[in-house]
């Protein structure tokens, strides 16, 4: 972890006090076991108001304040006490070893391609981040374009690729430090490897389109008002840019923009929130230079739109909750608002249309039938000319590629099954590897299978099993469940470290498709958000009693795993019923529900959760708000909340706070917070020190639910 300098006066007493109390733990499972040494010692200072004429008393809003010497001291003293705990793991050295193997591996992304040139990313195996590069011609030579490496220290920087020119000679690239969700727009010279002079403030954006005749670039950047569109002249500064969109809409709206590859067209697309349940689509001619239009305002539905030649191709849920896809004629004004003159291009099915791109003349569709995703490729009239095969039960991308050329990219994955990413012919479905990312694993040891279950109200719920063969039900297993539930998300089968690291020291790895999500389409969004999002936490429990009743594993035996809504997601649980779980992680949280609002950029949730600012939805939400259900004296599982400084979505104020209520309860079990000083939401952490924070927390799920991790493992030995 990270630490900076801290008050030295409370460290020694931190220190003092960790001498005197000290307690080995001979077995974590055991409830009567006293924790290793007390937790540091948190300031009390109740603040006390009427919310909504319920009486709110918070004895920890000191620590919302993340820059105060008091709040820095804690986070110093906090991350002490959590080195030293998860250090008491004997198995914590061979479990590095598992984890470095399974992170320090070559990786390379799907490559954007266009005039023939190939542009990716790539990081070797000995690398912390990736670097940009470009290939010339298929078989060419990758040239590095952009390495992030000598950008800081400490290697927390990265760099994203944005958009290219036409010609493959200006590509747009992001710089992002520490994971935040501000980044600095950079344009980059491709043959004279050279950045141009223009300079972009840091700052949140969503559109960054660079015109093919090098005049400017059409971008959108959230300001002190609100989210804008600008038109940025190529050459210097953004103190003369154009704001040509976006006045009066509020800061909790976002707004995205993008120019189509022929720089024909300019999409506008504004989201009343995250909850995506009412949307808008603008389009501007650019070739004609016409007016912004109007394509879809006022309904209460959402609208996601893809420009193809002069016809937009439109996503929608509306009059089609599993969704539909529906054709606009841009060229043909008197038909643009009349959408009952839309023609509709795929009708709604069985399954959730969740994804679509337009490429090679097509339309790749991605459907969910009982959350396993289908990729087909269909004419634009919606007929049906073949589906991509998989391999296996897991998840399968979009197809990335466009309009005007037949070469596309894929990738598939599973819990077990590293990421292959294919290239694809539109025209004749043949497929070939781009890469495969090589993980020492072995693949066909285990399996992945899906079972449902029922939640409280008697809904059918499916849920995700990663573990070996043959694996025994006797009620020993250590078992991890995971979920999100929310935002229209789905949760399909993709590999990562901490899950195949899980299940090399015999984990099973369950994965709960929550309401919330977008696993069946907009009812069962709607059914897990707003005054429904209890329906949430019941199901995710339901999987927990569903795992004992089954003989996978036993309370003693099964941890959860959540982070940002994800997070929230164990907050309730754990608070709900302590009685069920062994250790949680919750990462990245929020878990003050009547505050929330407050910071960063949550107002953007408030469709999806509410707020306390309304009387009738503060009753709700009050009412599962996990910060404020935690009682003293009861025996809550351990638990290790994570946040880090760098993350500007999620406030870190709500693990800090969490953790502090919940230490001060008096749990005979290790609460403990891994609070990242160079750390956010939006990932960016490099290599070594994703080894470090995976190493600790399958450290801390070990320990805690009384697993030795073996003296070799299939990670470690590349068998």
Not at 25 to 35: G, L
Not at 199 to 217: C, E, H, M, Q, T
Not at 572 to 585: E, H
Not at 674 to 688: L, Q
Request: glycine share 10%.
């Amino acid at each position: 972890m990270t630490h900076k300098k801290i008050n030295l006066l409370l460290l020694l007493s931190f220190l003092l006090a960790l001498a005197a109390g000290a307690i080995a733990i001979e077995n974590p499972n055991d409830s009567s076991s006293a924790v290793a040494a007390a937790p540091p010692k948190t300031t009390i200072n109740e603040v006390k108001e009427m919310v909504q004429g319920t009486e709110i008393v918070d004895p920890y809003r000191w620590l919302e304040d993340q820059n105060s010497p008091e709040t820095r001291a804690w986070i110093e003293a906090q991350n002490a006490y959590t080195d030293s705990m998860i250090a008491k793991f004997a198995g914590r050295d061979t479990v590095r070893q598992q984890v470095s193997a399974l992170i320090k591996i070559d990786t390379m992304s799907a490559p954007a391609v266009t005039n023939s040139r190939y542009f990716f990313s790539k990081r070797r195996a000995d690398q912390d981040q990736a670097s940009l590069f470009v290939r010339k011609g298929l078989a060419g030579k990758d040239e590095l374009l952009v390495d992030p490496l000598p950008l800081s220290p400490n290697h927390t920087i990265t760099v994203n690729q944005g958009s290219i020119t036409e010609d493959g000679k200006l590509m747009a690239y992001f710089v992002r430090e520490g994971g935040a969700d501000e980044v600095t727009p950079h344009v980059f010279d491709v043959d004279a490897h050279k950045e141009l002079a223009d300079v972009f403030p840091k700052a949140r954006y969503s559109g960054f389109s660079i015109l093919n005749d090098k005049s400017g670039v059409y971008l959108t950047r959230v300001t002190a008002d609100g989210p804008r569109v600008f038109f940025h002249k190529m050459g210097g500064g953004t103190a003369a840019d154009t704001e040509i969109f976006g006045k009066g809409y509020s800061p909790e709206k976002i707004i995205g923009s993008g120019v189509t590859d022929d720089n024909h067209y300019l999409q506008i697309a504004v989201l009343h929130g995250s909850a995506a349940d009412h949307t808008e689509i603008y389009v501007k001619d650019l070739a004609a230079n016409g007016p912004i239009v109007t394509i879809v305002k006022d309904l209460p539905a959402a609208f996601f739109g893809q420009i193809a030649g002069d016809r937009m191709y439109v996503r929608t849920d509306w009059k089609a909750p599993k969704w539909r896809i529906m054709e606009v004629d841009l060229k043909n004004p008197a038909l643009i608002q009349n959408m009952d003159k839309w023609r509709e291009v795929v009708p709604e099915g069985d399954g959730v249309l969740d994804g679509f791109s337009v490429v090679g003349g097509k339309l790749a569709v991605r459907v969910t039938q009982n959350v396993v995703p289908h990729l087909k490729v269909l004419d634009t009239n919606g007929k049906l000319l073949r589906e991509v095969p998989v391999p296996a039960l897991g998840s399968i991308s979009g197809l990335g590629g466009r309009w005007n050329s037949n070469e596309a990219f894929f990738s598939f994955t599973s819990y077990h099954i590293p990421q292959t990413i294919y290239r694809y012919d539109i025209a004749t479905g043949k497929q070939t590897v781009w890469s495969e990312t090589k993980v020492p694993i072995e693949s066909a040891k285990y399996e992945v299978k899906q079972v449902w279950y029922a939640s409280k109200d008697g809904t059918k719920i499916p849920m995700f099993l990663a573990h070996a063969k043959g694996l025994k039900l006797d009620g020993k297993n250590a078992v991890l469940l995971t979920g999100y539930g929310g935002f229209n998300l789905s949760s399909t089968p993709g590999f990562n470290a901490f899950a195949a690291g899980w299940m090399a020291n015999g984990g099973v790895y369950a994965v709960a498709n929550l309401r919330g999500g977008g696993e069946f389409g907009e009812e069962w969004h709607h059914a897990g958000m707003l005054a429904k999002k209890q329906n949430v936490f019941d199901d995710f429990i339901g999987a927990a009693e569903w795992l004992i009743q089954n003989k996978y594993t036993s309370s003693a035996r099964l941890a959860i795993r959540g982070t940002s809504n994800g997070g929230l997601l164990v907050g309730a649980a754990l608070t709900q019923r302590p009685d069920l779980f062994g250790a949680v992680i919750c990462g990245y949280p929020l878990l003050d529900m009547v505050r929330y609002q407050n910071f960063l950029v949550a107002k953007y949730w408030v469709p999806e959760y509410g707020s306390s600012e309304n009387a009738d939805q503060f009753k709700y939400i009050y009412a599962y708000s996990p910060y404020h259900h935690v009682k003293a004296g009861t025996k809550y599982p351990s638990v290790l909340f994570i946040s880090g400084d760098s993350d500007t979505r999620v406030a870190p104020l709500h693990a800090r706070k969490m953790t502090a209520r919940m230490q001060a309860a008096g749990s005979d079990r290790p609460v403990l917070l891994h609070y990242d000083t160079a750390a956010g939401h939006s990932g960016g952490t490099p290599a070594g020190k994703q080894i470090e924070n995976t190493t600790d927390e399958l450290s801390y799920l070990l320990w805690q639910l009384g697993v030795d991790a073996p003296a070799k493992t299939e990670a470690t030995t590349g068998k």
